[in-house]
């Protein structure tokens, strides 16, 4: 099966930045879409960002002209970079692709979701 993983959080102070990785295994035939949500205890699970392939990324208000989508087909490594980073990102991050991908059963089309990783941005 398609599994993500995440990576490249962790703890940094204001005005830092992070750069989140999420690389999928398995046979990706396409990217179709690429989705950042992020979740902080308590709180709904908000999308931060998202791109599909071949067109403009769209960003949350928020981190418009801060967070930035990048793909590596090469790898089957999605980025999301994150500078000046505020207190009021804090949360764990998701990445969501939609992938076209050979499987057991065949090619086949889904989304699939990374484990999360966890940002932490102290003042």
């Known amino acids: 099966q398609v599994q993500l993983v995440e990576s490249g959080g962790g703890l940094v102070q204001a005005g830092g930045s992070l750069r989140l990785s999420c690389t999928a295994s398995?046979?990706?035939?396409?990217?179709?879409?690429v989705k950042w949500y992020r979740q902080a205890p308590g709180k709904q699970r908000e999308l931060v960002a998202e791109?599909?392939?071949?067109?403009?990324?769209n960003y949350a208000e928020h981190v418009k002209g801060r967070f930035i989508i990048s793909q590596d087909n090469a790898k089957k490594t999605v980025y999301l970079q994150m500078n000046s980073l505020k207190p009021e990102d804090t949360a764990v991050y998701y990445c969501?692709?939609?992938?076209?991908?050979?499987?057991?059963?065949?090619?086949?089309?889904?989304?699939?979701w990374g484990q999360g990783t966890q940002v932490t941005v102290s003042s």
């Open positions: 969501n692709l939609d992938l076209t991908a050979a499987r057991d059963k065949g090619i086949s089309r889904n989304e699939h």
């Open positions: 398995g046979i990706i035939l396409h990217i179709n879409k």
């Open positions: 791109m599909t392939t071949g067109s403009s990324p």
